[in-house]
Nanobody
Framework: VQLVETGGGLVQAGGSLRLSCRAS???????????MDWYRQAPGKQRELIAF???????NYADSVKDRFTISRVNAKRSVYLDMNNLKPEDTGVYYC????????WGQGTQVTVSS
């Protein structure tokens, strides 16, 4: 299975972006049975977990993105999404989706740059 993240780009502070992640090569039962995460790696910093979605659609967020970001999933599309609103310069980084239990490899990520 290959995780493919798309949707990044350059946006001004206060703007919005929607990131997508597709688990290419996964079968429906495997994907729908997987908890999924979004991580972010800011320049010069470690990769951090910012959003989680469970198999039942339950979600959890890091304090830094709570009330601004929304994680969702569409199992039929083998996809997870991250809607990001009111973006801040500190949201700049490479964004990765990841299977929570680590059974799939990291994808290449998608770059998000927020200008002030």
């Amino acid at each position: 299975v290959q995780l493919v993240e798309t949707g990044g780009g350059l946006v001004q502070a206060g703007g919005s972006l929607r990131l997508s992640c597709r688990a290419s090569g996964s079968i429906l039962s495997d994907f729908s049975g997987s908890d999924m995460d979004w991580y972010r790696q800011a320049p010069g910093k470690q990769r951090e977990l910012i959003a989680f979605i469970g198999t039942r659609g339950n979600t959890n967020y890091a304090d830094s993105v709570k009330d601004r970001f929304t994680i969702s999933r569409v199992n039929a599309k083998r996809s997870v999404y991250l809607d990001m609103n009111n973006l801040k310069p500190e949201d700049t980084g490479v964004y990765y989706c990841y299977r929570h239990d680590g059974r799939w490899s990291w994808g290449q990520g998608t770059q998000v740059t927020v200008s002030s």
